[in-house]
């Protein structure tokens, strides 16, 4: 598939609108997510791994929010149990068109992957199977801060025992300081990467009322309120972090 450069905040907009996962935005989202999320491909390819750890024979693994399925194809890449498949659930039409092109190239490329089923579906009206393994890999600040807790106790309800749920997030922080360092560092990553103070601050705008990011200390004590009993941060770089979180 053809890479695209993101360029979508580089002109001067009249107006900057909402964010939304649509086809311009599915068309740069590689580009776009490398350049602006910190550690992205470790996490990616580190969900395959620690995945491999808690996927059971005969379960499904899920991969919600799944975009162009980057986790997807990592789960495909590491998981090894008999009879597993991944069920990959965004609810952005253009995504999911185009994740199911990547899949296909993937299929072509190696024999024996778990089977994929992608699904275009709002997560918050999904029912879920059993599972043994939940990524949130950078959705779930997406999702109306209200609506988190009931997500989060429906995956509770669906993960089988010895399964896992792996949240990654965009983190604020409770600590002024602590928040003002990494908010400037996250910037100069970006500006490391080749965006323009204009592509920043009209992004910024861009997700500001659309992506809401919560501290370390409320995604643990709403884990552990929707029935998680333990919350294992694994990864963190700069204001973003992934979590294990165990049933
Ligand atoms: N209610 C919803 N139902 C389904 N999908 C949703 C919903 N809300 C948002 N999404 C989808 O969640 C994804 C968030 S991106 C995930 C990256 C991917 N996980 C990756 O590992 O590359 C994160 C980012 O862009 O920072 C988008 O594709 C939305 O359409
Ligand atoms: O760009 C940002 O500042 C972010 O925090 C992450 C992001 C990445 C891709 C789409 C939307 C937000």
């Not at 992506?211 to 884990?223: K, N, T, V």
């Not at 029935?227 to 049933?247: D, H």
Request: hydrophobic share 45%.
């Amino acid at each position: 598939m053809r890479q695209e450069p993101d360029q979508i905040f580089a002109q001067p907009l009249a107006q900057v609108t909402d964010f939304v996962f649509n086809e311009d935005v599915a068309r740069v989202f590689p580009d776009m997510i490398k350049r602006s999320v910190p550690g992205y491909p470790t996490i990616v390819e580190n969900i395959g791994v620690l995945a491999a750890r808690f996927a059971q024979p005969d379960s499904v693994l899920y991969d919600l929010g799944c975009s162009l399925g980057a986790v997807t194809q990592a789960l495909r890449r590491h998981v090894r149990s008999e009879q597993c498949r991944i069920i990959a659930v965004d609810n952005s039409a253009a995504m999911v068109e185009r994740c199911q092109e990547y899949l296909l190239a993937q299929n072509s490329m190696f024999q024996e992957l778990l089977p994929v089923e992608v699904i275009e579906a709002d997560i918050l009206s999904l029912q879920f199977q059993p599972a043994s393994l939940f990524a949130l890999n950078f959705t779930l600040q997406f999702i109306s801060p209200i609506q988190r807790p009931e997500l989060l106790t429906r995956i509770h309800q669906s993960l089988l025992p010895g399964g896992a749920l792996i949240l990654s997030e965009k983190l604020c922080f409770q600590d002024p300081e602590e928040h003002a360092l990494l908010t400037e560092l996250h910037l100069d990553f970006k500006r490391a990467n080749g965006y323009s103070e204009l592509e920043i601050a009209q992004k910024r705008s861009a997700i500001e009322n659309v992506m809401l990011p919560d501290s370390l200390e409320q995604h643990r004590e709403r884990l552990l309120a929707a029935g998680f009993t333990k919350v294992i941060p694994w990864f963190q770089c700069l204001n973003f972090a992934s979590l294990i979180a165990l049933p």
